[in-house]
T-cell receptor, first 113, second 113 residues
Framework: DAGITQSPRYKITETGRQVTLMCHQT?????MFWYRQDLGHGLRLIYY???????DKGEVPDGYVVSRSKTENFPLTLESATRSQTSVYFC????????????FGPGTRLTVL | GESVGLHLPTLSVQEGDNSIINCAYSNSASDYFIWYKQESGKGPQFIID?????DKRQGQRVTVLLNKTVKHLSLQIAATQPGDSAVYFC????????????FGKGTLLTVNP
């Protein structure tokens, strides 16, 4: 039972490059979320998705793109990475309702040089 | 060097003592609250939740208290163990058409053997 997984776990890229972070869950949860976690800011919601092909912006969506063609996958793309996007990114999922408990993946540490 | 705002509140306790971690929330419309535990290098892990129509909820070794009058949430951990050492943070959720989830910045709990 893999639960929710993220890949890669660590990524170093350069300013201006495109990078995609992957998130996969095996629970068939309806909702999926992307957060970034930075010292001094805690967890901030980037995007979330209620179901396949349905996505909504969170608190800090600028510079990010998401898609959800399949229920189990929710990739996050940085179209042109900037140093300010250096962070730890967490994917999460919740079963049915938007207010349900969220279950988090292990995180991806992204460094933009 | 260190910067203002990067310090988490910290709580240091002896093994076997009880721990109390506090959280002040901001939105009086929040109707669901969650406590998460985050160990170093891992994603947040659900501990316990409480709905706004309750004042207290107990789990295994943990109790959450909610005081809506002063918008305060606390997590009590009984007989704290070294494995409890982690960052703990609360999340407040307001549902309905104006869904909003906000995470607190967290408290670092250190358990001394």
């Amino acid at each position: 039972d893999a639960g929710i997984t993220q890949s890669p776990r660590y990524k170093i890229t350069e300013t201006g490059r495109q990078v995609t972070l992957m998130c996969h869950q095996t629970w068939s949860h309806s909702y999926m979320f992307w957060y970034r976690q930075d010292l001094g800011h805690g967890l901030r919601l980037i995007y979330y998705s209620a179901a396949a092909d349905i996505t909504d912006k969170g608190e800090v969506p600028d510079g990010y793109v998401v898609s959800r063609s399949k229920t189990e996958n929710f990739p996050l793309t940085l179209e042109s990475a900037t140093r300010s996007q250096t962070s730890v990114y967490f994917c999460a999922s919740s079963p049915i309702r938007l207010g349900d408990t969220q279950y988090f993946g292990p995180g991806t540490r992204l460094t933009v040089l | 060097g260190e910067s203002v705002g990067l310090h988490l509140p910290t709580l240091s306790v002896q093994e076997g003592d009880n721990s109390i971690i506090n959280c002040a929330y901001s939105n009086s419309a929040s109707d669901y609250f969650i406590w998460y535990k985050q160990e170093s290098g891992k994603g947040p892990q659900f501990i316990i939740d409480i709905r706004s129509n309750m004042d207290k909820r107990q789990g295994q070794r943990v109790t959450v208290l909610l005081n809506k009058t002063v918008k305060h949430l606390s997590l009590q951990i009984a007989a704290t163990q070294p494995g409890d050492s982690a960052v703990y943070f609360c999340a407040e959720i307001s549902g309905g058409s104006n869904y909003k989830l906000t995470f607190g910045k967290g408290t670092l709990l250190t358990v001394n053997p």
